[in-house]
């Protein structure tokens, strides 16, 4: 008898800019690594330099990436990334993380692997992070939520092509918060399967692995979607991936300047009016790293992943995801690593610096179902 091939599951996890797909891919690759499974994850990015390449990498996972365009302009660059983990580490699953601000990825991602791929991949429902801080503006139609209609045009159809929605931070949320953005969801997505977790701690994990676990047609949810609005409200963001080096005659605390270099930031966004839809930095240095980040102007930062070390010296990557022209941010994100390091008697050096704002999606396949 002829030994059946070895499929891999392919488990994708969308949602907007900031909504807390490295924490829940982390989650997820720690749960399936204790079942004694072999995990690969591939990140994605407009721009190499990633702060979660980074950061899952420094928690010892097997990661991929594909940067200069998302996986629907990328995805034969995709299935090279997987290809190569394959090679290394034969991964029983791989996750994968969409840029932010993409959508129609079950047209362009999730059907091509179906048809294109069917004997080597089983494609797990596709999860969907809502962002509440952002997200829940959006929903409400609130004037003044930060983006344009066009921007906010993507995070519905992320949505609205979702197998689950998972409403993150509810750790961070009352439950008067969490009740009004169900019944949002229930105005707007009633036939879109929906639980309510937390990365972060990991509440409600258990039914989101439960729901990811089950075998099926999905990913079937193809969009009727304008590229004119979609492609207008991507370039409404400049992108921002800047790699420093830190050094000091004397020891500095590694997760305060992090942190600090967020708050600036955060301060000086804010006064000149401009919406973040996320921010990172993370600092790297002989086995020990932090990260802070921001998921809004509005919401304070936060030191994700203490790192708990005095340095000297360290690497330094920052990624930034702003609503307003890339070269304003290029110096915002300067000033801001130059107050700070002058605080701290920090000496930066730039290695690499890319800005700019993302262009036209050109997807490599768009297919229906089968």
């Not at 918060?177 to 639980?195: C, G, I, M, W």
């Amino acid at each position: 008898m002829t030994k059946p091939a070895r499929t891999i599951r392919f488990i994708m996890v969308g949602g907007f800019l900031g909504a807390g797909k490295t924490t829940t891919l982390a989650r997820l690759a720690r749960h399936y690594t204790s079942q004694g499974l072999s995990v690969g994850i591939v990140t994605n990015d407009q721009a190499s330099d990633l702060v979660d390449t980074n950061s899952l990498r420094s928690q010892g996972f097997d990661v991929g990436e594909v940067a200069g365009a998302c996986f629907c302009c990328r995805f034969n660059d995709l299935i090279g990334s997987i290809q190569q983990l394959d090679q290394s580490k034969a991964p029983d699953v791989i996750l994968a993380e969409p840029v932010g601000s993409c959508t129609d990825l079950v047209a362009t991602v999730l059907q091509p692997l179906k048809q294109l791929y069917d004997a080597q991949f089983s494609v797990a429902p596709y999860a969907v992070l809502l962002k509440p801080s952002q997200g829940g503006r959006i929903l409400r139609n609130e004037p003044g939520g930060g983006f344009s209609p066009k921007a906010a045009y993507i995070l519905e159809k992320q949505l609205e092509e979702a197998d689950l929605i998972l409403i993150n931070r509810v750790d961070e949320l009352s439950p008067a918060e969490v009740h009004e953005l169900h019944t949002l969801l229930d105005e707007k997505h009633p036939q879109t399967a929906r639980l309510a977790v937390s990365a972060k701690t990991g509440d409600g994990f258990d039914a989101v692995l439960e729901f990811l676990d089950q075998q099926g047609d999905f990913g079937r949810r193809v969009l009727d979607i304008d590229y004119d609005i979609y492609a207008d409200g991507e370039a409404e963001l400049g992108w921002l991936n800047s790699s420093l080096r830190l050094h000091s005659e004397q020891s500095f605390t590694l997760d305060d300047v992090l942190l600090e270099i967020v708050q600036s930031l955060q301060q000086s966004l804010s006064d000149a009016g401009f919406e973040a839809a996320h921010l990172k930095t993370i600092g790297l240095w002989e086995g020990f790293f932090g990260v802070a980040n921001l998921i809004s102007t509005a919401v304070a930062p936060e030191l994700s992943l203490p790192s708990h070390s005095q340095v000297k010296e360290c690497e330094l990557v920052v990624n930034a995801r702003v609503a307003c022209d890339p070269l304003v941010l290029a110096q915002q994100v300067q000033n801001a690593i130059q107050r700070v390091c002058a605080d701290h008697g920090i000496t930066a050096t730039e290695q690499q610096t890319q800005q700019f704002r993302p262009g036209r999606p050109m997807p490599t396949h768009r297919l229906q179902p089968a």
